[in-house]
T-cell receptor, first 111, second 118 residues
Framework: GENVEQHPSTLSVQEGDSAVIKCTYSDSASNYFPWYKQELGKRPQLIIDIRSNVGEKKDQRIAVTLNKTAKHFSLHITETQPEDSAVYFCAASRSGNKLVFGAGTILRVKS | GAVVSQHPSWVICKSGTSVKIECRSLDFQATTMFWYRQFPKQSLMLMATSNEGSKATYEQGVEKDKFLINHASLTLSTLTVTSAHPEDSSFYIC??????????????FGSGTQLSVL
């Protein structure tokens, strides 16, 4: 089955700097890669997703890149703000199949 | 995005009792819902896939007689933790796929239920 690894487990950045979180997956047939943001005690919120037919997707300060050959994808947050502080999860799945989540990254943005 | 409602938000119960958690898709129909368990500072662990009108599919290591799942309609799935024990204390969270407009894979989560078993 699919296995998703996520790094780093914690990340501290200064406000205004960029943050990058990386994930690798094992199933070459996976074709859907979402990223979720979870604040303490809250539900995970979908912030961006990418399908395997594109290499990059951007939404304002957030972007995701996908390298199918290497089987890894990354989340990029630019101009970080204190409200970006949360736990971020990557995930992977084949179409219609269950999502497998990474272990999560605690992002702290210091002001 | 689609709205998934989960109740209750938190529950405290005595050891040996059963607890029912409801998950509803408010503005869309969900033939498939998922139940996850999350321990503090850990990832989301899939417990089971709830299928409308059929039996749930449980992940390896999850006791189906312990965690009863019912998906009787296209908008409601329930998880019942039977004979709860302290080790069942956890954050339980459901999710549902919104398949409208080609959004086949997008998962939307409920607000979660914090279960504390005394």
């Amino acid at each position: 089955g699919e296995n998703v690894e996520q790094h780093p487990s914690t990340l501290s950045v200064q406000e205004g700097d960029s943050a990058v979180i990386k994930c690798t997956y094992s199933d070459s047939a996976s074709n859907y890669f979402p990223w979720y943001k979870q604040e303490l005690g809250k539900r995970p919120q979908l912030i961006i997703d990418i399908r395997s037919n594109v290499g990059e997707k951007k939404d304002q300060r957030i972007a995701v890149t996908l390298n199918k050959t290497a089987k890894h994808f990354s989340l990029h947050i630019t101009e970080t703000q204190p409200e970006d502080s949360a736990v971020y999860f990557c995930a992977a799945s084949r179409s219609g199949n269950k999502l497998v989540f990474g272990a999560g990254t605690i992002l702290r943005v210091k002001s | 995005g689609a709205v998934v409602s989960q109740h209750p938000s938190w529950v405290i119960c005595k050891s040996g009792t059963s607890v029912k958690i409801e998950c509803r898709s408010l503005d869309f129909q969900a033939t498939t819902m998922f139940w996850y368990r999350q321990f503090p500072k850990q990832s989301l662990m899939l417990m089971a896939t709830s299928n409308e009108g059929s039996k749930a599919t449980y992940e390896q290591g999850v006791e189906k007689d312990k965690f009863l799942i019912n998906h009787a309609s296209l908008t409601l799935s329930t998880l019942t933790v039977t004979s709860a024990h302290p080790e069942d204390s956890s954050f339980y969270i459901c999710s549902a796929r919104d398949q409208r407009g080609g959004l086949l894979e997008k998962l939307f989560f409920g607000s979660g239920t914090q279960l504390s078993v005394l």
